[in-house]
T-cell receptor, first 115, second 113 residues
Framework: NAGVTQTPKFQVLKTGQSMTLQCAQD?????MYWYRQDPGMGLRLIYY???????DKGEVPNGYNVSRLNKREFSLRLESAAPSQTSVYFC??????????????FGPGTRLTVT | DAKTTQPNSMESNEEEPVHLPCNHS???????IHWYRQLPSQGPEYVIH???SNVNNRMASLAIAEDRKSSTLILHRATLRDAAVYYC??????????????FGKGTRLHILP
């Protein structure tokens, strides 16, 4: 199993450009998440999807859109990139189960720089 | 959401035990205590979780205070590979299955050779 994969690993954008970050998991998990991590900070939740066909806002959703394409894939789109979106982006997945006990599995991250 | 408080950083010598503290004085009865760690340039990884009883796994042990207002992650014999940021997180079962978890800044653990 590859676990959670993310593409690309690195990206440099100019202000105003758009791009989509891709995430896929092969663990048959229902829930998927997008986080950002700024230097020296913890992770902040951008959007999450509790199941295929549903998405919800997290702590910092402004400037982003998401698509849960199918159970495996969850993409994050920046429509008009801004320097404040320079960050490392992590995708994660989990399957909480009835008891709510779960582990989140994280991808390797995408390092995005907006100039 | 209940919050956790952790020291910003800690140091330990290689091959010695490490005790990483976490305070969560506003924990509710249904909150689970999770620990994740983040190695340099990697995504976070799950370490251990518990509810009321102490827990052991191959990576670490989790000691939970009787009143559940604090917990301690124990690495029994630290190696250089254990240098990471350790996050103590409270999670709660949601009937909507929107199982968000909130990461704080965590504790940066330095291991001295």
């Amino acid at each position: 199993n590859a676990g959670v994969t993310q593409t690309p690993k690195f990206q440099v954008l100019k202000t105003g450009q758009s791009m989509t970050l891709q995430c896929a998991q092969d663990m048959n998990h229902n829930s998927m998440y997008w986080y950002r991590q700024d230097p020296g900070m913890g992770l902040r939740l951008i959007y999450y999807s509790a199941s295929e066909g549903t998405t919800d806002k997290g702590e910092v959703p402004n400037g982003y859109n998401v698509s849960r394409l199918n159970k495996r894939e969850f993409s994050l789109r920046l429509e008009s990139a801004a320097p404040s979106q320079t960050s490392v982006y992590f995708c994660a997945s989990s399957d909480p189960g009835l008891a709510g006990i779960y582990e989140q599995y994280f991808g390797p991250g995408t390092r995005l720089t907006v100039t | 959401d209940a919050k956790t408080t952790q020291p910003n950083s800690m140091e330990s010598n290689e091959e010695e035990p490490v005790h990483l503290p976490c305070n969560h004085s506003t924990i509710s009865g249904t909150d689970y205590i999770h620990w994740y760690r983040q190695l340099p340039s990697q995504g976070p990884e799950y370490v251990i979780h518990g509810l009321t009883s102490n827990v052991n796994n191959r990576m670490a042990s989790l000691a939970i205070a009787e009143d559940r207002k604090s917990s301690t992650l124990i690495l029994h014999r630290a190696t250089l590979r254990d240098a990471a940021v350790y996050y103590c997180i409270l999670t709660q079962f949601s009937v909507n299955r929107d199982d968000k978890i909130i990461f704080g800044k965590g504790t940066r653990l330095h291991i001295l050779p």
